[in-house]
Nanobody
Framework: QVQLVESGGGLVQPGGSLRLSCAASGSMFSIYAMGWYRQAPGKQREWVAVITSGSSTVYADSVKGRFTISRDNAKNTVYLQMNSLKPEDTAVYYC?????????????WGMGTQVTVSS
């Protein structure tokens, strides 16, 4: 089972930026597509961004042009650079392996990292 540890969240003002990191255990990280998801209070978890094993990317419409997903296979780490943050981006952010077509997660969830966008 892959263990996932997210970090980098915090409180930021609207228009600000944050960079999230997700470290994954295991030796097969590079062969998996990885994704970022988020869950706002009272809402279902939703996918935000996906990066394939070949580093192709796809984004949810709500974050397109503002968020950038990247990966460092040597470090077993996936990143989410978030710019121009909005209050509606407030959520707990999670990473996971992902099935690219369905955007469903592969493994058990980590603890996530809280992102709060507020003035």
């Amino acid at each position: 089972q892959v263990q996932l540890v997210e970090s980098g969240g915090g409180l930021v003002q609207p228009g600000g930026s944050l960079r999230l990191s997700c470290a994954a255990s295991g030796s097969m990280f590079s062969i998996y597509a990885m994704g970022w998801y988020r869950q706002a209070p009272g809402k279902q978890r939703e996918w935000v961004a996906v990066i394939t094993s070949g580093s192709s990317t796809v984004y949810a419409d709500s974050v397109k042009g503002r968020f950038t997903i990247s990966r460092d296979n040597a470090k077993n780490t996936v990143y989410l650079q978030m710019n121009s943050l909005k209050p509606e981006d407030t959520a707990v952010y999670y990473c996971n392996g992902v099935r690219v077509v369905t955007k469903t997660a592969l493994w058990s969830w980590g603890m996530g990292t809280q992102v709060t966008v507020s003035s």
